[in-house]
């Protein structure tokens, strides 16, 4: 990425130099004559076009949302029904008796099984309940850049002194025997900065705290149903010599029937749920491209402009491992913005909004900049960019995708 910079850099610099412009220009002898009138330097202006290049690293990210829905889980109960028997009264044989003897008989009763219900086991599903770890990184050095901070003058040479007649002066204190005046160069000051990168020490792990399994709520159970049958009526037995009126005979009072003790129904175990599935996904990579604006400058020192670029986008491929795949969107990223800003001498801080196509998808961009003029031609800058994508379609038809991102970016360019 050093070398990168090294060579805009080398490049932006030749082409707003006076060589490039209109030829070699002599290096300026100031002599050493007092007093010394200097003219002054015309303001430095931001209005005009320019064209650059930037490079930098896009970080984007990628949300998914997603929905299952479970039906509910029912048992479905039977009818219940009584096989009723028919009501009769035996009726004995009528007699006329003449009393021996009364003996009384007490009621008899019996514990009689009306029913059976077998009641199945209830078994509930609970699921696995499962802990989700990030992934963590680490910031390290990989390396160093070499960066210019300023520049300083230092004394080159010395030339021989001719006057407005191109003649040289005598110098008894120098040891040529002429008289020399020093000549002044602006040099660049260099300063080594380290380079960082983020490594991941421990991938994104999934942790099971308890696996899916079947509790039973209430075992299988039988049901007995009985009610008190009276055999026998209490009565009281009269011995007695019997003459028989009428012959014994059965008299049915309600035929034999069928009665629903409990109608059919159906038991929810578990209501209808809804599953919420979330999940993100990061990547990050190389950028660089071209750019070409106008801007003007108020004298009230406000500065507005239209920017327009092209590039490269390398953070275009996503590892979807959970959804079982990946996907590749394109590399090619392009928009114009905005720019508004305040000139502070040589330097312009602002803020840009705008529009861009980033992962074949329409983004609004909101960006903070800074650059500075180096010469009137030759502008460096550093630049940081913010991408709203919004909702990415296409991916799959489950889950829903949301994207935004962040650029961060070194810029040279030259100013017409």
């Given at each position: 990425m050093s070398n990168r910079i090294a060579l805009i850099l080398a490049a932006t610099t030749f082409l707003a130099s006076p060589a490039f412009s209109g030829g070699y220009v002599a290096p300026v002898i100031q002599p050493q004559i007092s007093p010394v009138v200097e003219v002054a330097r015309p303001a430095f202006s931001w209005t005009g076009p320019y064209v650059g290049a930037y490079i930098g690293n896009t970080k984007l990210d990628l949300k998914s949302t997603g929905e299952i829905h479970h039906d509910a889980i029912t048992?479905?109960?039977?009818?219940?029904?009584?096989?009723?028997?028919?009501?009769?009264?035996?009726?004995?044989?009528?007699?006329?008796?003449?009393?021996?003897?009364?003996?009384?008989h007490p009621e008899v009763t019996e514990e009689k099984v009306v029913k059976e219900i077998d009641h199945p086991a209830i078994v509930e599903k609970i699921?696995?309940?499962?802990?989700?770890?990030?992934?963590v990184k680490e910031k390290v050095t990989v390396g160093?850049?070499?960066?210019?901070?300023?520049?300083?003058?230092?004394?080159?040479?010395?030339?021989?002194?001719?006057?407005?007649n191109g003649e040289k002066q005598r110098d008894e204190n120098h040891h040529t025997g002429w008289r020399h005046v020093p000549v002044y160069e602006e040099v660049p000051v260099y300063e080594n900065r380290p380079i960082y990168e983020e490594r991941v020490v421990q991938d994104a792990w999934v942790e099971v705290i308890s696996p899916e399994k079947e509790v039973v709520i209430k075992d299988a159970w039988t049901?007995?149903?009985?009610e008190?049958?009276?055999?026998?009526?209490?009565?009281?037995?009269?011995?007695?010599?019997?003459?028989?009126?009428?012959?014994?005979?059965t008299e049915i009072v309600k035929p034999a029937r069928t009665v629903v003790v409990q109608e059919a129904w159906t038991e929810v175990v578990r209501e209808a749920w809804t599953e919420q599935l979330t999940d993100s996904f990061s990547e990050d990579g190389n950028s660089y491209g071209l750019f070409a604006g106008y801007r003007r400058q108020w004298q009230n020192n406000f500065v507005g402009g239209i920017e327009i670029h092209y590039g490269r986008n390398g953070s275009n491929r996503f590892n979807l491992a959970e959804l079982g795949g990946t996907v590749q969107f394109g590399k090619d990223t392009y928009g114009a913005e905005l720019q508004a800003g305040y000139a502070i001498k040589r330097a312009l801080p602002y803020i840009a909004v705008g529009y861009a196509n980033i992962l074949d998808q329409d983004a609004m961009t909101v960006s903070l900049g800074l650059d500075y003029a180096v010469t009137d031609r030759?502008?460096?800058?550093?630049?940081?960019?913010?991408?709203?994508?919004?909702?990415i379609s296409g991916i799959d038809s489950i889950h829903r995708f949301e994207g935004d991102g962040n650029m961060v970016s070194l810029r040279a360019a030259i100013k017409f």
């Open positions: 048992v479905e109960h039977d009818e219940i029904t009584e096989e009723i028997p028919a009501e009769v009264i035996e009726h004995p044989e009528v007699t006329e008796d003449r009393v021996v003897e009364m003996i009384e699921p696995a309940v499962t802990k989700e770890h990030p992934e160093w850049e070499e960066v210019q901070i300023g520049t300083e003058t230092v004394k080159v040479r010395e030339d021989v002194y001719r006057d407005e049901e007995t149903v009985t008190t049958v009276v055999v026998q009526e209490a009565w009281v037995e009269e011995v007695t010599e019997t003459v028989v009126v009428q012959e014994a005979r030759l502008i460096v800058g550093a630049k940081y960019t913010h991408y709203d994508i919004g909702d």
